[in-house]
């Protein structure tokens, strides 16, 4: 009895300490009836780049305008990835990027990039793209802060709005970040109607703003008084409903805060009215040491480097090892338990 109430608690959300995080996390309701967010979301509701696409496209050195042609997606994956980086998209896109089809639903992935530092990174990007026909790169300049710019955001989903508006989840993410579709998918379509207002992630809450003048990312009292940054999920990967990806988009324009592309994200979503939705299945930044039955019940782990990528793959996919509920259960708190490395 004891070993079926604990299975009961994985699956229906998440062993003990997750099982409050969780609770504690569930967002909080958004206030429609202000007028600012009535006016963003019927902006949203309104929104139509698609007689745009020739202007939208110079914002774009690699469009990758057929990437959705015809294609009426149930997920969309933008992976953010650095222009040099071609070693670890090639790792990505042998493992977990490699399927097109989540229970029979089109799944579609793509890296999206900014602006390469010189032009000979520009040239090996290009092959790179000619031979994979996965890659979107935006005019948007590096930036070393985590999760990158706000710029690069911004223009990501610019582009979904205008290239791939069908697309039901798009969901954002790292290239060092080993995703699980299946699950992801899983619980997507687990869900008891198609939803908006859909912005799941690890859900980072209470998070102090920084207050410190000497760092590029002071956010002053004067521009931001409140004790804590708004609820937002991180960036390593979170998914957003196709009406989440306009009404971000359209609330952009109006935040100026110098903060990370993350946290942008979620001064965005509060301005359209949108609450995140937590689930500890995304591992935020932490890199979960690997056992194949935790791995197939989470959604994600981060800093995952090429090889160890593959390496997992081999595991999970090559081998095939299939877990009980009870194998899940504990490879579950196994993996939670364990020190991070």
Partial sequence: MFVQSQLRKLF?????????????????????????????????????????????????????????????LFLLVLVFSSPRDGPQRDAVRKTWANQTLIQGFPVRVLFFMGSSQTPGTQEMLLRESDRSGDIVQGHAAADPAPHGSKERTVLALRWVITFCPLARFVLLTEDTVFVNLPAIGGYLLGLHRHPEDLYLGRVIQRDSPDRDPSSPGYLPPSLYPEKYLPEYCDGTAYVLSQDVVRKIYVASAAVRAPVPADV??????????????????????????????????????????????????WELEVRGKRCSLLQTYY???????NPCI
Avoid at 35 to 54: C, T
Avoid at 301 to 313: L, P, Y
Wanted: aromatic share 12%.
């Fill in 331 to 337: 490879g579950y708190k196994q993996c939670n338990c």
């Fill in 12 to 72: 229906s959300g998440n062993n003990e300490t997750d099982f409050v995080e969780e609770y504690l996390l569930q967002p909080t309701p958004g206030v429609y009836t202000d007028a600012a967010v009535v006016s963003v979301r019927e902006r949203a509701r309104k929104l139509d780049l698609s007689n745009l696409k020739e202007n939208v496209s110079q914002g774009y050195p690699l469009t990758n305008p057929e990437a959705c042609r015809n294609s009426d």
């Fill in 264 to 313: 942008f994200v979620g001064f965005c979503a509060q301005r359209a009215g949108v609450a995140p939705t937590h689930s500890a299945r995304f591992s935020g930044e932490k890199h979960i040491q690997f056992n194949p039955c935790c791995y197939r019940y989470l959604f994600t782990s981060a800093g995952i480097r090429r090889r160890d990528m593959e390496q997992v793959w």
